[in-house]
């Protein structure tokens, strides 16, 4: 028997989260790619992930050709299309922007309520933001809020490594939330580590009274989140006296409502701690593509998500124009979903005809009315992501031949039908 030739990839980028990490070793061999070093639960599940690709028209196989003369038949009926998921490479989400503007469509990312935490602080007051490169060589003290290390698996092995260029003895990391409270198994020997257990819904006030402490300004409360302020009053000593302090969250965790009250806080004690340290905050984001989404709409239009097409020029609003807000008050006639990096990324269950641009292997409750499978960026093919903290775009190899195409070229196509 003939074998296929296997061939090892090193230094590989993952584009399965936003740390992108760039040091996978990937094997491929018979057409099929498996991680053999550094891999996390996540980019071994998304780099090996293997299905059938058929496009279908309400669940009956077709083939591309017909898959696309039928999606365009759809977008070309459609008085107000919608453009949803765009979990694509960077050229995969300039072409949803190319068919937006020509069909008047409006787009918004799947992650976009949690973005919107994030761009809402940002906009309103904004932040004294790091780098991974900062945070690994320098950073001495480290406050979590909230959990990471399901979204960002490798997140302390690669960003506080035992060694660092410029931080002499131990990492100090503390952990503020719940369920930790024991250190993360990836967190380096020699870290000094404390967990603050408290409940989500008690950070905003947590911060309020770190605030007022740093201020000297008077508190009549004894304890804030279940916690003395004497404990509080410990925590800020040691942030004021660090070398170069970070703040570190995730905001898909804060599923609340006026989330982005809680980053403003956050951002509002790391801008007055610098005031006599140093102090920066490192918001992570970056899965589905959703930072690489935001920069090519911004680029592209000057907003960053949740933009309208339909006027002819870039129209921006946050709470009206999100897929959830479309379609729940029925001003959409029409969506396109995109997600080409996992396939449980599903479209929302909705009446409308709904066209899905996603990874093979995906399971929907209901067929779509258009499924075309398209190739993963870093897998199938090349392409460019942004990783979390927005200062680099990663280049993606492509490690597999396939004959799935691209998410810019289906939506090329889509459009040529037009």
């Not at 000297?216 to 003395?228: E, F, H, I």
């Not at 599903?346 to 009315?369: D, E, H, K, N, W």
Request: charged residues 20%; proline residues 6%.
């Amino acid at each position: 028997m003939i074998q296929s030739e296997e061939t090892i990839h090193t230094s590989v980028p993952c584009p399965f989260c936003g740390l992108a990490c760039d040091d996978l070793e990937v094997r491929v061999a018979d057409g099929r790619a498996k991680v053999v070093a550094n891999g996390c639960p996540r980019s071994v599940a998304l780099f090996e992930q293997e299905a059938l690709a058929q496009p279908s028209i309400e669940g009956r196989p077709v083939s591309v050709a017909e898959a696309i003369a039928r999606a365009a038949e759809i977008l070309r009926a459609a008085s107000q299309p919608l453009i949803g998921g765009l979990a694509a490479d960077v050229n995969g989400v300039r072409g949803a922007l190319a068919l937006a503007d020509r069909i008047g469509a409006v787009v918004d990312h799947v992650n976009s309520r949690a973005m919107l935490r994030n761009l809402l602080a940002l906009q309103d007051s904004g932040w004294i933001a790091t780098t991974f490169a900062e945070v690994r060589n320098r950073a001495d003290f480290v406050l979590v809020v909230g959990a990471i290390e399901q979204r960002f698996p490798r997140f302390f092995e690669r960003l506080l490594p035992r060694e660092s260029m410029f931080v002499a003895g131990n990492r100090e990391v503390v952990y503020l939330g719940e369920g930790h409270a024991r250190p993360p198994v990836t967190l380096p020997s020699g870290t000094v580590w404390q967990s603050i257990a408290c409940g989500y819904e008690s950070l905003a006030e947590i911060f309020a009274a770190l605030r007022s402490l740093l201020g000297n300004r008077a508190l009549q409360a004894v304890q804030v989140g279940g916690t003395s302020i004497v404990d509080w009053q410990s925590l800020l000593e040691r942030m004021k006296q660090a070398s170069y302090g970070v703040v570190v969250w995730a905001a898909a965790e804060f599923d609340f409502p006026h989330a982005e009250l809680l980053v403003q806080a956050m951002s509002a004690l790391v801008t007055e701690l610098n005031e006599t340290t140093r102090f920066a905050v490192l918001p992570l984001a970056g899965n589905d593509a959703d930072l690489t989404a935001s920069q090519v709409i911004t680029w592209q239009s000057g907003y960053p998500v949740c933009v309208n097409f339909a006027g002819g020029t870039p129209d921006y609003d946050p709470h009206r124009f999100s897929v959830e807000a479309m379609l729940g008050n029925a001003e959409a006639d029409a969506l396109l979903w995109i997600a080409s990096f996992d396939p449980d990324r599903l479209p929302p269950q909705t009446s409308v005809p709904t066209i899905v641009l996603g990874r093979p292997g995906m399971r929907f409750a209901s067929p779509p009315a258009v499924y075309i499978p398209v190739a993963t960026p870093g897998l199938h093919h090349a392409g460019h992501f942004f990783r979390s903290d927005n200062v680099v775009a990663l280049h993606l190899r492509k490690l597999v031949d396939s004959a799935l195409q691209s998410t810019a070229e289906t939506l090329t196509q889509i459009a040529t039908r037009l």
